[in-house]
């Protein structure tokens, strides 16, 4: 079942800003995520998430603040800023040019030209 | 919320550790991640495993989460601090701007008090701080012994084990140096050639001695200083190979030392070889006035050192083959750091100085402390107002600070700008030759002191009334605080005391160096100083090293001299008094002291003198004859004694007839005459056993240069005019040099305490001015805050005269109390003057009962205003508040 497909650097990042798209989360949730909508696809380790998220919020594109969990327990919320949300148009935007460079690149029938 | 670390811990448990959240933010995750895996009916344990395994690296993960949080609170943290600096500076700007003159008085007061400060570390520094531009400075010493100073003791200590890598000896040399231009009178020093190499410093150009140039015959050579060569060859290397005439014999200059090598004073222009020939013993064995310059072996200290030279000098007593020095010879010496013993005399004024300058400073510091309690008192209701709008205690301090800190700081920024102008004035004040060019420079090292000290004096007068502000600002009741501000009246009357007290100390050590002072120039020295007038005449040695040529020559000068106009008495002295030491010899006493193989008591001063040496000081004769021209070579030895001298040796008996000896077999000396005792070395030596040997009569191996001594009534520069012309028309390459009034010569001789008794005073002066200043403005703000109740007490019947007699008393009582803690504080501090002190015990009680009578007398004078406006209130206001 879990085709196991490593991450780029970077590309989590994308993805916990699409993540954060919809609402506040934390962290557990922001992982459960990204798995459910990869339909377990992606092989998150999901430790390499936090890093980032703590990275993203020195670079002002999350904000955290602490608050209860489903059950009560003491939880980081994260929440996309302004920043964060111009930043989740640009990577997403780069990101489609790259995957549409790749696959075309891959689609490509027409042989190198030999020198 | 008295207690400031109650408000520490409380911020703190707002503000939790960046680590307890990592923790928790990452077992939140691995709880939830747990429960879905028991959710879907793994066993515990292994949802416990597969939680950690989805998350990968547990302990990694956390360390990566502390490291970034921990710089993010670091970050954090700086950018706060700067922004309450920023806050707190653009405040105390904005309340310094509304108070203008305050802001002035204290800056100018900071600016005064740091500058002084700042000038005189500056000397300090390069002076006393500074390391000697010599390689490893540390191992440099002077060795001081009672030893006769000979080159044979330096050959016997330098062939022993002494625990020195090197020892070289330098003794005074002075020469007619003739160049072909206008010879010239130098001083400078006759040094083993070892000297260089021993301080590990190289000529600036040229080379210095060889090991051999000491050798009897070797080449004359003469290493010439920085500022010789810079004033008479304007810096034109090629002087470096040539030869010039040093007292009338070539001399090649093989080299010129740097700027920086004034060894051991600037006042050296030059270096000659010592020459050292042990097979000559008498020059050998001569006395001289030598100093050993030594460097310790590597891991020997200088204690070790005087201990090892200790053990073998008196053993040297029996190796001098012409007398016996006597049983105490050799028994003191101390190896001396070589620094602290070239420093020497300038040593303890410096360090006076700096003490009272940094007075100054605690006396402005304590002032400005004063003003800024009546400012924060005055401003108490802003503080209520703040700290009930939340500004905690720390906040307020810190704000008070920030504002007295600026003041400093400014302050000490303008204080440093004065200082370069302070610098440049004091180093033309400063006595020409010190051990080193005395190239105070306002350098890294002095901005770093002023920088603290800055921040030292802006803490120092800020902290107190910060801290009363904040003690004062969490109470609410505000008419409490302006009824009852006793308090901050004692804190401020305390505050005054202190001011008074150190005004007095500087006010007693002032005093003290001024009845010196005086003492030492109402000195009478015994000769006369008015229209005598001093040079030095300096015939080559090579060409009068016959003593009839001399005598011949001097003789001219003499005749030619005494007829000149205005001249009314004339005589020679190889060493006139005041101008410099006069050095004393061993002597043998006939009937008491005749072996000179056992110890010989020594006379303090010998001069060699014309007969008209006497008259032309206006020295009398008490007893027997004068010299006169009978006493010449050939005739039967004679000398006159000092009083001193006579009553030493025959207390019961007349002196004349009696018969004394040089420290070697020769003829005995008669005495013929008893003449006063006289100062000779400088006028607070009192010394004076002398001798007095005729000119004619002299050893000849002594330098053909003297002294002449004029007593005139013309004018001093047209008597030097025909002084030079009279000399240059018997020979031309005679120069003179050190022409001097007598009254010059003693004038210059007190120079130095005259210098540090000004400065001391002028500070002494500033002080007083800042305790005056002091005591006005706490009497003023006790009139103030009592004007409720002086009304009270006129309405009961005093009368204005009591009420100003009862503030004036208040002043009075503190500064009483400041006085006597400064007279106590004195008598523990001014015993380190007494080396300065001439004729007056440091604890002087006149000077101590002055002190005090001028600093009370301030404070009935300071008060006199205040008390005017005590006399002015109004009973009727004052019971219509009440």
């Not at chain 1, 989360?25 to 390499?48: C, K, P, T, Y």
């Not at chain 2, 420093?343 to 100085?353: C, K, Q, S």
């Amino acid at each position: 079942m879990p085709t196991t497909i490593e991450f780029r650097h970077g590309a989590i990042e994308l993805l916990i800003l699409k993540a954060l798209s919809w609402g506040p989360q934390h962290g557990f949730s922001i992982a459960r995520w990204i798995q459910d909508a990869a339909d377990d696809v992606l092989r998150l380790e999901e430790g390499s998430l936090y890093p980032a998220l703590h990275r993203m919020e020195d670079k002002g594109w999350v904000r955290a603040t602490w608050g209860a969990s489903e059950n009560n327990r003491r939880a980081k919320f994260y929440q996309l800023s302004a920043r964060g949300r111009e930043q989740l148009v640009t990577d997403s935007r780069d990101w489609w040019r790259y995957a549409a460079a790749v696959g075309k690149v891959l689609k490509s029938t027409a042989r190198p030209a030999t020198a | 919320m008295s207690d400031p670390s109650l408000w520490r811990r409380y911020r703190d448990l707002l503000r939790r550790k960046p680590a307890e959240d990592v923790d928790d933010e990452v077992r939140l995750h691995l709880q939830l991640r747990e429960e879905e895996a028991l959710r879907q009916g793994l066993d515990p344990a292994h949802a416990r495993a597969a939680a950690r395994e989805r998350f990968g690296d547990v302990p990694g993960v956390v360390a990566e989460l502390y490291r970034i949080d921990e710089s993010r609170e670091v970050r954090r943290r700086r950018a706060e601090w700067l922004s309450d600096l920023r806050r707190d500076s653009r405040f105390a700007l904005r309340s310094l701007r509304r108070s203008p003159s305050f802001a002035v008085t204290a800056v100018v007061t900071m600016a005064i008090a740091i500058g002084a400060n700042t000038t005189i570390f500056a000397f300090v520094n390069a002076l006393l701080l500074e390391p000697l531009p010599y390689a490893r400075p540390g191992e440099l010493v002077t060795i001081d012994a009672n030893v006769i100073g000979s080159i044979g003791e330096m050959l016997a200590l330098r062939d022993r084990h002494t625990g020195l890598a090197d020892i070289a000896l330098i003794r005074p040399r002075s020469i007619t140096y003739d160049d072909e231009r206008d010879p010239a009178r130098l001083d400078g020093f006759f040094v083993t050639p070892n000297l260089t190499s021993l301080l590990g410093v190289r000529p600036e150009i040229g080379r210095a001695f060889n090991a051999d140039a000491s050798r009897p015959g070797a080449g004359k050579e003469i290493l010439l200083s920085h500022s010789l060569w810079s004033d008479r060859y304007g810096g034109d290397r090629r002087i470096v190979g040539r030869f010039v005439l040093v007292d009338g014999e070539r001399c090649l200059v093989v080299g010129v030392m740097p700027a920086s090598f004034g060894f051991p004073s600037t006042a050296a222009r030059f270096w000659t070889p010592l020459s050292i020939d042990p097979s000559n013993i008498a020059q050998t064995w001569a006395i001289g006035n030598s100093r050993w310059i030594a460097r310790l072996a590597p891991g020997v200290s200088a204690d070790r050192a005087s201990a090892t030279i200790g053990s073998i000098l008196p053993g040297l007593r029996h190796l001098n083959p012409l007398w016996d020095p006597g049983s105490s010879y050799g028994h003191t010496v101390a190896a001396h750091p070589l620094q602290r013993s070239l420093v020497g005399a300038e040593r303890t004024p410096l360090i006076l100085l700096f003490a009272c300058v940094m007075v100054v400073l605690i006396v402005a510091c304590v002032n400005l402390a004063n003003l800024t309690l009546a400012r924060v008192t005055a401003r108490e209701r802003e503080f209520t107002v703040r700290a009930a709008l939340g500004g905690g205690r720390g906040r307020l301090v810190r704000q008070l600070l920030t504002e007295s800190l600026l003041v400093a700081l400014v302050g000490a920024a303008a204080g440093f700008g004065l200082a370069a102008v302070g610098v440049r004035f004091a180093s033309a004040a400063l006595p020409s030759a010190m051990y080193r060019p005395a190239d105070a420079r306002l350098d890294v090292v002095v901005l770093a002191f002023t920088a603290i000290l800055g921040v030292v004096t802006g803490i120092a007068f800020g902290l107190l009334p910060a801290l009363r502000a904040a003690s004062a600002a969490p109470s609410t009741d505000a008419t409490h605080l302006t009824r009852t501000g006793s308090p901050h009246g004692r804190l401020t009357s305390a505050l005054v005391a202190t001011e008074v007290a150190l005004a007095v100390v500087l006010a007693i050590t002032a005093g003290l160096l001024t009845r010196s002072f005086a003492r030492l120039t109402d000195l009478p020295p015994g000769f006369r100083t008015d229209h005598v007038v001093t040079a030095r005449v300096s015939p080559p040695a090579k060409g009068y090293s016959e003593l009839s040529r001399l005598s011949a020559f001097y003789g001219a000068l003499l005749a030619r001299l005494s007829a000149a106009p205005g001249v009314y008495g004339v005589g020679l002295v190889d060493r006139p008094p005041i101008v410099a030491p006069v050095y004393g010899m061993a002597m043998r006493v006939k009937g008491q002291f005749e072996d000179v193989t056992r110890g010989l008591p020594t006379a303090d001063h010998t001069q060699i003198v014309t007969p008209g040496y006497f008259a032309a000081l206006g020295i009398p004769i008490i007893s027997g004859r004068p010299l006169d021209g009978g006493d010449r070579a050939g005739a039967a030895p004679v000398a006159l004694v000092s009083r001193a001298l006579a009553k030493h040796f025959w207390p019961d008996e007349s002196a004349l007839g009696k018969q004394i000896g040089y420290p070697w077999a020769s003829p005995w000396l008669t005495i013929v005459g008893v003449v006063p005792d006289v100062r000779i070395d400088s006028l607070r030596d009192p010394s004076a056993m002398a001798v007095y040997i005729p000119f004619e009569q002299r050893s000849p191996r002594v330098a053909p240069e003297m002294s002449i001594v004029i007593r005139t009534d013309a004018d001093p520069t047209a008597l030097e005019r025909q002084l030079r012309d009279i000399v240059a028309s018997i020979d031309r390459s005679v120069p003179v040099t050190a022409v001097r009034g007598m009254d010059d010569v003693i004038a210059g001789s007190v120079a130095k305490p005259r210098l540090t008794t000004l400065v001391v005073a002028s500070f002494a002066l500033i002080t007083l001015l800042l305790g005056a200043v002091g005591i006005y403005g706490v009497m003023s703000y006790v009139v103030g805050q009592r004007a409720h109740e002086l009304g009270v007490r006129m309405a009961l019947g005093a009368t204005s005269l009591d009420l100003a007699r009862h503030v004036v008393g208040r002043a009075v009582s503190v500064a009483g109390a400041g006085a006597a803690a400064g007279c106590a504080l004195s008598l523990a501090a001014t015993r380190g003057l007494t080396s300065l002190l001439y004729g007056v015990s440091p604890t002087d009680p006149a000077t101590f009962a002055g002190a005090t009578l001028v600093l009370v007398a301030v404070a009935v004078v300071a008060s006199l205003v205040p008390a005017r406006r005590a006399m002015s209130a109004d009973p009727v206001e004052a019971l219509r508040r009440g």
